[in-house]
Structures are given as C-alpha cells and as structure tokens.
C-alpha cells in the first residue's frame, strides 16, 4: 500500500483555513503547466503550495529566461569583470558557495553572512537573510552594487552591457527594445531565477508514488513534520514548523518565516530582521529557508556557524541560547515535560536524529544540480 505523507493533512487544513477554492486534493502526479510565448515554460508539482508569485509587469517568456540565464553568470556586471552571480551561487552545490562560510567579493573582501540556496523562489516574497527585498528583481541588483561582493554601479554595468554586439538584441527580444536598462537587468535575472524549481528529489518521488519509503526514512518523515507535545507523548523534531510542506521553506506571506532559532543569547544576538522593520521584537530573527537540496548547501545558519547536520541538529536537541525573541515554537517545543527553570532542548534519541538526517537526505535533486537549463551558458 503506497504511504501517504501526514504534512498532506496539515496542508489541507490550511487550505480551508485560507478558503482555497477546492477541497479536492488532486492527483500526485498532476501538475501546473505555466506558458508564455505559446510555449510551456514551467511545470509545478500539484503538491506544491497554489501560493507562487509572478508579477504582472514581468512575465516569464522564452527570450526573457534565456536573457536572464546570461546575465545570471555574466561577469560583466562585476567592478572588474570576474565575477558574476555564478559565482557564489554555483549549481552543483545547489546555488551556494560550495562549502564556504562566506563569500569574498570582487576585492577579496569577505561578507559575514552565508550564501543562500537559490531553489523554489516563486514561493517567496521576502529575500536575503533580513528580508529586505520584496521581490526577485529587487534582489537581483543588489548584489552588484554591494561594495563587498560584486562592486559596480548599475549605470557602469548597462553601459558595458550596452557597447556589446550580444547584448542589445536579446533585450529586445525580451523587452522590445534595444536600449538596456537596469531595470530590465533586474527583470531577467529574476525570470531565469524564477525557473529554479527543485522537484525531483526521493520526496518528490515518494510524494508521486513512485518511492516507497524505508522505516528510517517514515520515521524521519514523522519526526520533521510534528510538533512535540510531551504531555501527551507526541514525539516530534519541531522542523515543519518553520520548514512548512513539501517545500520545506518559511511562509510566503509577510514577514512569518523569520525567526530567532537559539543561536545566540541576548547579548550576541544580530538585529537581523528588526534591520528591516525596526521593531525590536524582531531583533535575532533571520529568514527560514527552504531545505531542499540541504545535503549540498554546508555550511549552516545565516553566519555559516555549523558545518554539518548533525552539529545543526545537536543545537536544536540541546543547545538552545534563551532569548526575548526566542521563537514560542522553539521555546515551547520538547519530548519530555520541562520545568520553568529547565534549559529548552528536544530531548531526541540518537535514533530520532538518524532518522531526521535520513529524511533531510531525501531532499537532495541531482537533476536540479545538473539540468542544462540552469547552467552556466559561457562555459567550454
């Protein structure tokens, strides 16, 4: 008998919550074609969230992608024309910097926090760690203009763009017009960065019907997606909590997915999203990402503190740093009855956090990390 994965119920009770407009669960394997063009350009998973963002002004079209693609690891767009987007985000390690804590720019400056995932991004609408861009194409110019990373202004870089015979006609293919602009830099990156869809994990398949899962893996399953309640002796690894469903990342509305996850006590605590909104309640909140891909994206947390999963899952079993901010999801969450005065932690047996690990294995696509589609097109 194929096994049915619980977050489904969670899923559609939060469809009725939100007032979807069907209660039917489709099929596994059904999925969403998105055209443009007169082409299909992208296919969603029908179990993925209905709540993905393209903007009107910004459709994805063929010559859009492809434009995007290009600019995505040109290396133009960088002060002394070595680096590109490319470069920190590589594919083969799912979009991250390849094992690094953090990246150095163009002047060998070295950032302090880690480089992001790049994955299932029409899923978001908060970026960087603080979340302060609302949108891709907002997030797509930043990087260049960051005097630490890639260290050029926007007017260097359409002007570069601008005297090359490759450039001005794919813009106008994609925007009717020869004349680049910054905007339509930010615009094309962020077509291209909108078809990084990871959907072809093991989970995807068990989610098809097409894996069945071993007992490690179910016990995993179990664990990631329930919230511990002792006193009745539910057993759970609190992780679905902010890694929400099939795609394992925060809420896509407002500012819910960030959160203070214990890393640091009050006196070490970065501002973090209280950056963005001024709100001292927001003071050690980062963005919860998505875990897909998450064997690939080492190391771990906004500052790239812990280098394995299991030194990530150690932290949250037993070396929560109590704060004000701390997140009530955390503060509230354990496997045996706690005191007022006990220390926050899990309590997971050796063989939970081996089956949590299994299923975090599970999460890896290796037809994300070397589809064509997403590859560097300058490459010999």
Same mark, same amino acid.
């Given at each position: ?79 002394? @024309? =070595? *680096? &590109? ?5 590589? #594919?083969?390690?799912? /979009?991250?910097? +390849? ?14 926090? @880690? =480089? *992001? &995932? ?5 899923? #978001?609408?908060?970026? /960087?760690?603080? +979340? ?249």
């Amino acid at each position: 008998m194929k096994q049915i994965p619980k977050i489904r119920v969670f899923g559609w009770m939060i469809g009725l919550v939100l007032g979807l407009s069907a209660c039917v669960k489709p099929s596994e394997n059904e999925i969403q074609v998105i055209s443009g063009d007169g082409t299909d350009l992208l296919e969603i998973p029908a179990y993925f969230s209905p709540f993905y963002k393209i903007p009107n002004d910004n459709p994805l079209t063929d010559a859009g992608i492809e434009l995007g693609r290009m600019l995505f690891y040109e290396k133009r767009l960088s002060g002394n @024309n =070595t *680096m &590109s987007c490319g470069t920190c985000h590589q #594919q083969k390690f799912a /979009f991250t910097d +390849g094992g690094n804590q953090f990246s150095k720019g163009i002047d060998g400056t070295e950032g302090d926090l @880690n =480089t *992001m &995932s790049l994955v299932n991004l029409m899923w #978001q609408n908060r970026f /960087f760690w603080n +979340g302060r861009s609302e949108t891709l194409e907002i997030q797509a110019l930043e990087p260049i203009q960051n005097p630490i990373e890639m260290h050029e202004t926007l007017e260097n870089a359409v002007q570069k763009l601008q005297e090359t015979n490759l450039y001005p006609p794919k813009f106008k293919e994609a925007f009717g017009s020869e004349i680049i602009t910054a905007e339509n830099i930010g615009k094309a990156i962020a077509q291209f960065e909108r078809t990084l869809i990871s959907s072809n994990s093991k989970y995807d398949k068990y989610w098809r019907g097409e894996y069945q899962l071993t007992d490690l893996e179910a016990l995993g399953d179990d664990l990631f997606f329930t919230h511990p309640e002792a006193r009745i002796g539910l057993r759970g690894g609190n992780c679905g909590d902010c890694h929400l469903g099939p795609l394992t990342s925060g809420s896509s509305r407002g500012f819910d997915g960030f959160h203070n996850n214990g890393l640091d006590s009050d006196e070490k605590l970065r501002n973090g999203l209280q950056e963005v909104t001024g709100n001292y309640f927001d003071k050690g909140k980062f963005k919860a990402p998505s875990l897909r891909n998450i064997a690939l994206t080492a190391p771990y947390m906004h500052d790239g503190r812990f280098q394995t999963l299991e030194e990530v899952l150690d932290h949250y079993n037993e070396h929560i740093q109590n704060s004000e901010t701390l997140d009530p999801l955390i503060r509230e969450a354990s496997n045996e009855i706690l005191s007022s005065e006990d220390t926050v932690k899990l309590h997971l047996t050796e063989m939970e956090k081996k089956a949590i690990l299994a299923f975090l294995a599970m999460l890896t696509d290796e037809d994300f990390i070397t589809d064509e589609r997403f590859s560097d097109p300058f490459a010999e």
